[in-house]
């Protein structure tokens, strides 16, 4: 996409199901915005070289992240702030488990109910920090995170509902900060003490790279890792590529965090010089 200010933001699009791809797309300022369309398979002339245009007008509402902009980091690298200059104050309220064990009615009596304690941000994972099975997870809809028992092909039907979790998320205020792949979920933090199933690089790739797609536009902080150690440097380069896939996805307009284990910072893990790495968090 480009812009009428000079902007230029690449993306990825997501496997929506059947033969359709999709994008999302949030344009940072009004006027005329220019697109193009490519992919990796060469001989596919309906994607590759399809181009197009499109007009943005000025936002009429009361969403914060539109009239305010999207959170960064402030100047003095000491706090968060909107693309405005407004202070941002993180209160963060933990519900890891939303995405499958929640219904539509639990999520929005859940969801108001967080706004009216002036909660500002909804810390979730799409798939779960306690089970993985061959299907990953299955949510209150019958769908499952895998198809086909297979942890390189995620379902597009389970996340219609994560879609509307970070809907209503943000519909309310708030921004979702989402936790694409929990770090015991990988091969290299593999607990065999309570878990039997672990994905390999690949597969974990593969989700940076479709859940950063499919959320690009929303109002997202993306924490990577969760609640471990990363103490190897091959653990270390992994979290990295998995940082840099998500980033790329999701043209790089989002803040990213680290999941340090308890009584530990990400800075013990990932110093001031981690370029993907925007704040620190400590438990």
């Known amino acids: 996409f480009s812009g009428p200010n ?14 359709s791809y999709a994008f999302r797309f949030s344009a940072p300022s009004t006027g005329i915005w220019n697109y193009s369309i490519s992919s990796d398979d060469a001989s596919n002339t309906r994607i590759n070289n399809f181009s197009g245009a499109f007009y943005v007008e000025d936002y009429q509402g009361d969403d914060i992240f539109k009239t305010k902009g999207r959170l960064r980091v402030s100047d003095n690298n000491r706090h968060l702030i909107h693309e405005n200059g407004d202070p941002f104050f993180y209160l963060g ?25 002036e909660f500002s941000a909804i810390q979730f994972v ?6 993985i099975s061959p299907t990953g997870v299955i949510n209150r809809n019958g769908e499952s995170f895998f198809l086909e028992e297979d942890f390189s092909k995620l379902n597009p039907r389970y996340f219609d509902y994560v879609d509307q979790i970070v809907d209503s998320i943000n519909a309310h205020g708030m921004v979702a900060v989402t936790v694409p792949l ?3 979920m990988n091969e290299l933090h593999f607990d065999s ?8 690089e690949r597969q974990s790739i593969s989700i940076a790279r479709y859940i950063g797609s499919r959320y690009a536009v929303h109002n ?19 979290w990295e590529k998995f940082a840099t896939t998500l980033e790329t996805a999701s043209g790089g307009r989002q803040l990213m965090t680290v999941h340090p ?3 530990s910072s990400s800075f013990d893990y ?8 925007d704040f620190h968090m400590y438990q």
């Open 220 to 238: 997202i902080i993306w924490i990577v890792g969760g609640d471990n150690s990363y103490e190897t440097r091959e653990q270390r380069s992994f």
């Open 182 to 184: 929990w770090a015991g």
């Open 93 to 117: 309220d933990t519900a890891w488990e939303i995405s499958w064990k929640s219904t539509v009615e639990e999520l929005e009596t859940y969801i108001h109910d967080r706004m009216d304690k």
């Open 126 to 131: 799409p798939m779960s920090h306690q089970i």
């Open 270 to 277: 990932f110093d001031n010089d981690t370029e993907w790495l």
């Open 6 to 19: 000079g902007e230029l933001i690449e993306q990825g699009a997501f496997w929506n199901g059947a033969n």
């Open 193 to 200: 003490r309570w878990r039997k199933y672990y994905l390999n």
């Open 261 to 263: 284990s308890g009584w």
